[in-house]
């Protein structure tokens, strides 16, 4: 599996960004599908997540209420679209896909986007 995040840039506070996961290599049937953070000198961090049929979906505190996060199966791509972005929010975005089954960690990362928040 092969996964293309694109969509970062650079915007003001309160701006919004979508993000887009793009996957190829196979079919993700039963796939869940998320994305990660990580800032300038820290871990990464988990920040949304969204099953195969995308009823079910996980948000980091930090951003509940802010982000969404949603698939297109059709088209093979995740989205987390990102409203009223702080300066906090600043960070390489990462998605990644494991099969439902796995309880460990993901398996397929993608190579990650850049979002950077000015204030």
């Known amino acids: 599996v092969q996964l293309q995040a694109s969509g970062g840039g650079l915007v003001q506070t309160g701006g919004s960004l979508r993000l887009s996961c793009t996957a190829s290599?196979?079919?993700?049937?039963?796939?869940?599908m998320g994305w990660f953070r990580q800032a300038p000198g820290k871990e990464r961090k988990f920040v949304a997540s969204?099953?195969?049929?995308?009823?079910?979906?996980r948000y980091a505190d930090s951003v509940k209420g802010r982000f969404s996060i949603s698939r297109d199966n059709a088209v093979s791509t995740m989205y987390l679209q990102m409203n009223s972005l702080e300066p906090e929010d600043t960070a390489v975005y990462y998605c990644?896909?494991?099969?439902?089954?796995?309880?460990?960690?993901?398996?397929?990362w993608g190579q990650g986007t850049l979002v950077t928040v000015s204030s």
């Open positions: 990644a896909t494991k099969h439902t089954e796995n309880t460990g960690g993901y398996d397929y």
């Open positions: 290599g196979r079919t993700l049937r039963r796939y869940i």
């Open positions: 969204i099953n195969w049929s995308g009823d079910t979906t």
